[in-house]
């Protein structure tokens, strides 16, 4: 019997998303706050934690010229549709792209970092002559909180509820011996979910090695095996792979991809490695799909501990996990699945997130090829010793140490950053 647990894991943590999941956030809100208010928009308020800043300052926008926090607020205003959830701005046009500016260029909208420790926050306030709405997103990128109209609370969550006697069933603690259980034992059939993510984030990173969007890193990488700078082989193929899917996400493609546990270019560096590998390796549908879904369920286990957001960049998560999935195409051993998982972590730990942006398919790609470096050191019995710095024997522990390390350093990394970024001299 299958552990329904497990599905409904994915059936949470796998949802389809239309350009960055930070201003999409924003968009979601402000989107959400115009269905509470029928007169002409005299302001807009925007407060957000550091993360969320941090992500949305210039990341591209699906489909738009333009980009900014203000700009995101305006047009999830104008044009959103908040029942579309992550993709609440499809179909938007030049036209509501022109209506934003105007919004913005009237100075009707402010952005503000907001106090408090929650990592993912974000409060739209939006008033007309007479009228005010307030819509808070917290936790999840979806997960919308708080909305009063007019003074009056309409949703809060904070309040106690049913949904908080049913969180832990809702996120039950699983063990990597769980997932791999899981892969093995479910019909295909119950599997289209994560089908589809192969399928849509496939799509998207195709666009990226046909196309120039951002930094062409995956195009680039892609274009130089075709010459002999590069080998053709299963490393540079899922770094191009990769890659590409973030060149085009990150600078405003129009096609949505699978996220997992909130983040879209996780989505796409925890399935596309793994697609890549299969590729290479020839083997069938089945395996690959099985291998795919445990790349995406070891990167909402270990996101659990993590969290949607962080100081360090949860590519480093996807391809600890795609390691361990690509070990399971190269060599069906859990020892050897988790050794790679070990042996990932071990190398990307530090890497930093330093907000959305086209470098980050630099990191997709960086992490990409690790997770193929690590599973083939597994795969061959090798494995980064418990006394070396922070692996542990148990590999769960590993996990719990490398979490704790964005956890207990993420408020003053984040805030270093944060005023990097925002204090450039231009």
Do not use: W
């Amino acid at each position: 019997m299958i552990n329904e647990n497990i599905y409904r894991l994915l059936e949470k943590e796998l949802v389809v998303a239309l350009g960055c999941t930070e201003p999409v956030a924003i968009a979601l809100a402000s989107a959400t706050a115009k269905k509470y208010i029928s007169e002409r928009v005299t302001s807009i308020s925007v407060k957000a934690s550091g993360n969320v800043i941090k992500n949305a300052l210039s990341v591209g926008i699906p489909g738009m010229n333009h980009t900014g926090i203000d700009f995101t607020a305006a047009l999830g205003m104008i044009a959103g549709d908040p029942s579309k959830g992550l993709q609440v701005l499809e179909g938007v046009t030049r036209n509501e792209e022109d209506k934003a500016i105007d919004l913005v260029q009237r100075g009707i909208v402010s952005v503000a970092t907001a106090d408090g420790p929650e990592k993912l926050y974000i409060k739209v306030e939006v008033k007309t002559a007479t009228e005010k709405a307030t819509v808070v997103i917290s936790g999840d990128h979806t997960n919308i909180s708080f909305i009063s109209q007019n003074g009056k609370v309409l949703v809060d969550e904070s309040r106690p509820g049913p949904s908080s006697s049913s969180k832990k069933a809702d996120n039950p603690e699983l063990t990597i011996e769980d997932l791999y259980t899981f892969i093995t034992e479910v019909p295909l059939h119950r599997l289209d979910l994560v089908k589809r993510s192969v399928e849509l984030n496939s799509a998207i990173c195709k666009e990226g090695l046909l196309n120039d969007y951002g930094l062409r890193v995956g195009k680039t990488l892609y274009d130089q095996t075709k010459k002999g700078i590069l080998s053709d082989d299963l490393a540079t193929y899922s770094m191009a792979l990769s890659a590409a899917g973030s060149d085009a996400r990150m600078a405003g493609s129009t096609m949505p991809v699978m996220a997992n546990s909130g983040s879209g270019n996780q989505g796409i560096a925890v399935t596309m490695p793994v697609v890549a590998a299969a590729e290479k390796l020839g083997v069938t549908e089945e395996k690959m799909l099985r291998a795919v879904t445990l790349s995406h369920l070891l990167s909402i286990h270990m996101k659990s501990k993590f969290g949607r957001l962080s100081a360090l960049c949860g590519v480093t998560v996807a391809g600890a996990s795609a390691s361990a999935a690509i070990t399971y195409l190269l060599d069906d051993n859990l020892e050897k699945m988790k050794a790679a998982i070990q042996n990932t972590l071990g190398n990307v730990s530090g890497m930093v997130c330093d907000g959305a942006k086209a470098g980050c398919a630099m990191k997709v790609a960086t992490c990409s090829s690790a997770a193929v470096q690590s599973a083939v050191l597994a795969s061959n019995g090798l494995c980064i010793p418990s006394t070396n710095g922070f692996i542990e024997e148990d590999v769960e522990k590993t996990i719990e140490n490398f979490c704790r390390l964005g956890a207990e350093t993420s408020s003053t990394t984040d805030s270093v950053l944060l005023d990097m970024m925002v204090n450039k001299q231009r």
